[in-house]
């Protein structure tokens, strides 16, 4: 629900945060090899339609670098297949549209709620190879150079861009990256990515420097694409599937990473699933329009949170603003050179990587700093989505031994024996810590095969509150075979959904009967007599 109690601050909000996109929303149009105007057409939907159906009030929307990279990705893959851009963007298209279409679908399904379990490290070590690759694509336009197709070519070409440089290029790149580290230094009133995109494209108009520019972009409001709709017109649907699922998850895992900033600034709490809904909405429109897709950009949000932005009408400020400027701008925005918007990339890239995470390998454990160093690899090298997965099965992998030697650890028994002339039974008492699950089914079973000879087993419960299959059907294994062996087993303090279990199953009352669960020792040693 929108609202406009606060709508100076949403107004001033938004205007900042508008300022700060223009220039990024051009380099990342370049950048994804779709043209500047692509990008402007992105910020405009994802700002819009993100903000007004999105779960975050202070989100701002719009592309982003992990975004473009894949975008650029499946750009490339597409026009290698038709030859031009012109006949491949129905089939790029239909991809954005179809990955906006699967946010959707997560929102509804709401996987947002999962999202936040992924591990650190795997965080870390996609988010600095994103930098990375952001970094490598722009060495050849930041010396005035046509890119090579991708990270490996680049790598192999680079003594092209050492020996065949452009000077006026590197020093248009070098002067916008200067001023966009320094400029905050003098005043923070004006974004010092603007400050730089301004002066040092009239410096090379002025001084006429040759460098490649931006060039000719359309004017005025965008036009549906309704032939990315059309099935005949798509390249491989299969590739466009593959491409749809990486660009949703990547932009999921974007947009509620900038949520938590936001709710951490704000001391609100934004709703994750509604808000994988809203970024779905707008990259389906950005789709449609001809537009990047993107994420909610945790660098404009936060820009626009410090300048006043308080709910979702700043986000629609900011988009309505850059459609304003879509409409009259364009005959300015063709002469900026190519060299500044990668100057402008390379500190987007720089700003990516995790520093903090690197800067601590040395002491986290070493687990996660392999984890940490494989993402990074995997997502300059081979392939991002790949990279996430691999993380997520190496990081779950490691939490399981860690958890299955802990619970093993501390499961600990004690012998409970009558001695003299004591009237009772001879008792093994077995305590479990933690959930009984699958990784630590080889720990139980060796438990129960290192038991001594007793009358009774007592399987105390108070700190499992949770079986899996595999832990219960172990469970129900380990009973039948004690029962064989003429030994009485006796649960303590068994929790809800471990009770549950045993009885949907049969376990209880089949194997163990309602009489032999206890809630407590004294209850059971009188009863027992031990």
């Known amino acids: 629900m929108l609202s406009i109690r606060n709508i100076k601050g949403d107004f001033f909000g938004g205007m900042t945060a508008a300022v700060v996109a223009l220039p990024l929303a051009l380099a990342f149009g370049v950048g994804s090899g779709m043209g500047a105007i692509a990008g402007l057409y992105g910020a405009i939907a994802l700002g819009i339609f993100a903000a007004l159906f999105g779960g975050t009030k202070t989100q701002i929307s719009g592309p982003t670098g992990p975004m473009t990279v894949v975008a650029a990705t499946v750009i490339s893959a597409q026009i290698a297949y038709f030859g031009t851009l012109e006949a491949a963007l129905p089939s790029i298209l239909a991809t954005f549209i179809l990955s906006g279409l699967l946010q959707i679908g997560m929102g509804l399904i709401r996987i947002g709620t999962y999202i936040k379990y992924m591990p650190y490290p795997v965080i870390s070590g996609f988010m600095s190879g994103i930098g990375v690759i952001?970094?490598?694509l722009q060495i050849f336009p930041f010396v005035?150079?046509?890119?090579p197709k991708?990270?490996?070519?680049?790598?192999?070409?680079?003594?092209?861009?050492?020996?065949?440089?452009?000077?006026?290029?590197?020093?248009?790149?070098?002067?916008?990256i200067a001023t966009i580290y320094?400029?905050?230094?003098?005043?923070?009133?004006?974004?010092?990515?603007?400050?730089?995109?301004?002066?040092?494209?009239?410096?090379?108009?002025?001084?006429?420097?040759?460098?490649?520019?931006?060039?000719?972009?359309?004017?005025g409001l965008p036009s549906l694409h309704l032939d990315a709709l059309v099935p005949t017109n798509w390249h491989d649907p299969m590739l466009i599937v593959v491409s749809a699922i990486t660009l949703a998850a990547l932009g999921a895992i974007d947009s509620l990473l900038t949520s938590v900033v936001a709710d951490n600034m704000t001391k609100t709490q934004h709703q994750s699933n509604k808000e994988l809904i809203g970024q779905g909405i707008g990259n389906s429109v950005?789709?449609?329009?001809?537009?990047?897709?993107?994420?909610?950009?945790?660098?404009?949000t936060v820009v626009n949170i410090n300048s006043g932005g308080k709910s979702k009408l700043s986000g629609m400020i900011h988009?309505?603003?850059?459609?304003?400027?879509?409409?009259?701008?364009?005959?300015?925005?063709?002469?900026?050179?190519?060299?500044?918007l990668a100057g402008i990339l390379i500190t987007v890239g720089i700003g990516i990587i995790d520093y903090k995470g690197l800067k601590d390998i040395r002491y986290i454990p070493r687990s996660d700093a392999f984890i940490m160093v494989v993402v990074l690899l995997l997502t300059v090298l081979v392939d991002l989505l790949q990279a996430v997965a691999a993380g997520m099965v190496m990081a779950s992998l490691w939490f399981m031994k860690q958890m299955s030697e802990n619970?093993?650890?501390?499961?600990?028994?004690?012998?409970?024996?009558?001695?003299?002339?004591?009237?009772?039974?001879?008792?093994?008492?077995q305590h479990f810590e933690g959930p009984i699950f699958f990784g630590f089914t080889f720990g139980f079973k060796e438990i129960v095969r290192e038991m001594p000879e007793v009358e009774a087993v007592v399987f105390n419960m108070f700190d499992v509150p949770y079986i899996d299959q595999s832990g219960l059907y172990v469970m129900e294994e380990t009973i039948i075979s004690l029962r064989q062996k003429g030994i009485e087993v006796y649960f303590l303090g068994m929790q809800t959904q471990p009770k549950d279990m045993f009885e949907k199953v049969k376990l209880i009352p089949n194997l163990v009967s309602k009489e032999h669960l206890y809630d407590d020792f004294t209850a059971f040693s009188k009863a027992v007599k031990i």
Do not use: C, Q, W
């Not at 680049?154 to 440089?165: C, I, N, P, Y």
């Not at 950005?286 to 994420?295: F, Q």
């Open 319 to 340: 988009g309505i603003l850059l459609l304003v400027v879509l409409v009259g701008a364009g005959v300015y925005a063709k002469v900026i050179p190519l060299s500044v």
């Open 286 to 300: 950005a789709g449609l329009i001809g537009g990047l897709p993107g994420a909610g950009a945790t660098m404009r």
């Open 144 to 147: 005035g150079l046509t890119s």
């Open 134 to 136: 952001i970094i490598i």
């Open 150 to 176: 991708g990270i490996i070519d680049t790598l192999g070409s680079l003594d092209v861009a050492l020996f065949d440089f452009n000077p006026s290029a590197v020093f248009l790149a070098l002067g916008t």
């Open 407 to 429: 619970a093993h650890v501390n499961a600990k028994g004690k012998l409970h024996a009558p001695s003299g002339d004591e009237v009772g039974k001879k008792v093994y008492m």
């Open 182 to 219: 320094l400029f905050p230094k003098v005043t923070k009133a004006v974004p010092s990515t603007l400050v730089a995109l301004i002066v040092f494209t009239l410096v090379a108009y002025f001084l006429k420097l040759d460098v490649p520019v931006i060039g000719d972009i359309p004017t």
